[in-house]
Structures are given as C-alpha cells and as structure tokens.
C-alpha cells in the first residue's frame, strides 16, 4: 500500500512554455500533498503543500506564479511550471501524506526529471 | 527550530561489513525521525521510523536504526552490506511546528563494494 506515482517521469520541454506535472496517491487518499525540488546531489528542498480544496502554501523564495500548484481530489495534484527556463531544470518529487498515519510521514512518488532547452 | 545533520558526505563498506549511516537531529519535543533511500533518478522510498517505544527499530531490506535520546541520534545500521545497498540515504525529522514539514539532511552515499 501507499504508493504514489508521478506522471510524466521524464519530459523534455522548450524555454517559455509551460509543463504539467501530475502526482496521484494510488491507494489512500491525501488530503495533503507536497513538491519537492533536488538538484544534483543535493538534498530535498520543500517548495509547497497542497491541500485539497484549497490553496497551496509556497515556501519562502519560491514563485508561487511560476510554481502552480492545484489540488483538485484528495488523490490528485498538479504542479505547473510556467514560462519554463533552463534554470527550472531539475527533478521535481511529490509526497503524499497518509492522513490515517499519527506519524505524518510522507510517501515520495518517483519523481520527474524536467529538462528546459 | 529543527535540523538533521548527516556529518558524512559517502560511506564505504565492504560487501558482508557492517555498515553505519549517521544522523543527528535537533527538534523540540518528541522527535519523530524518518529514513529514507533514493537510487538513481528515483523518487525516495520509506526505510523506517521512530515514533516512540524500543530504541532499534527494525525497516525494510534489513535495515535498523537506533534512536539516542542523550546523544539527540538516529543512525542508520545494517549487519551485513549488500552490493545493492548502494544509494542515497537521507535522514529527515518532522517539524514541531509544522507537523507537515519534514527537514530533511543532506543525504549521504553509500557504496557497497564487492
């Protein structure tokens, strides 16, 4: 159980368009989700939570109009990366909450690997 | 505020060694710390957990840790190393502030070496 998967796990986009990136908790239901950005060998970094029904809370130093986030369903969350620049090249990870779990702990998808040409 | 300290950039062990992965957190409260591995262009996945009870606790792969309280640690252990235990492991604690935010260290690499 808790699996969470992320879609697409690769993509490959040119500089000023926008990319979708979608994180689905596959058999529990997440009322709260969260984007993470890892650079290369590089820790985890918390841009935002996604609560269902409502909106995101941006982490300080993250551009919450470049960085949209929307959490439609307790099992679905989008991140949109507008006006992409080489810069926004990264793996990009979400996590889901069990809200049936005392301890919060997280479940991470797969992640995605964005490449901005 | 709270922070995880993994001292060691990559660790080295032979394959059939006992292998340690250190970690050290600073959180008020009772800590509620987490493992996790990463391979290769992969997302993380769950090790194990201390909430509260025996100080090893017992995760995935044969993997353990023990949590010390006086020493504020919680490092990773596993009696016999595997090839395939190469990866990235990161340490993280949840916040007492915000039981949502997870601090994550800054990973440590293991290499497993036949």
């Known amino acids: 159980g808790a699996v969470v998967s992320q879609h697409p796990s690769w993509v490959i986009c040119k500089s000023g368009t926008s990319v979708k990136i979608e994180c689905r908790s596959l058999?529990?239901?997440?009322?709260?989700m969260f984007w993470y950005r890892q650079f290369p060998k590089q820790s985890l970094m918390l841009m935002a939570t996604s609560n269902e029904g409502s909106k995101a809370t941006y982490e300080q130093g993250v551009e919450k109009d470049k960085f949209l986030i929307n959490h439609a369903s307790l099992t679905l969350s989008t991140l949109t990366v507008t006006s992409a620049h080489p810069e926004d090249s990264s793996f990009y990870i979400c996590?889901?909450?069990?809200?049936?779990?005392?301890?919060?702990?997280?479940?991470f998808g797969p992640g995605t690997r964005l490449t901005v040409t | 505020a709270q922070s995880v300290a993994q001292p060691e950039d990559q660790v080295n062990v032979a394959e059939g060694n006992p292998l340690t992965v250190k970690c050290t957190y600073s959180v008020s409260g009772n800590p509620y710390l987490f493992w996790y591995v990463q391979y290769p262009n992969r997302g993380l996945q769950f090790l194990l957990k201390y909430i509260t009870g025996d100080n090893l606790v017992k995760g995935s792969y044969g993997f353990e840790a023990e949590f010390n309280k006086s020493q504020t640690s919680f490092h990773l252990k596993k009696p016999s190393a595997l090839v395939s235990d190469s990866a990235l492991y990161f340490c993280a604690v949840r916040g007492a502030d915000n039981f949502n935010k997870f601090y994550f260290g800054s990973g440590t690499k293991l290499n497993v070496k036949p």
């Open positions: 058999d529990f239901q997440a009322t709260t």
């Open positions: 996590s889901a909450r069990d809200g049936n779990s005392r301890a919060y702990e997280q479940y």
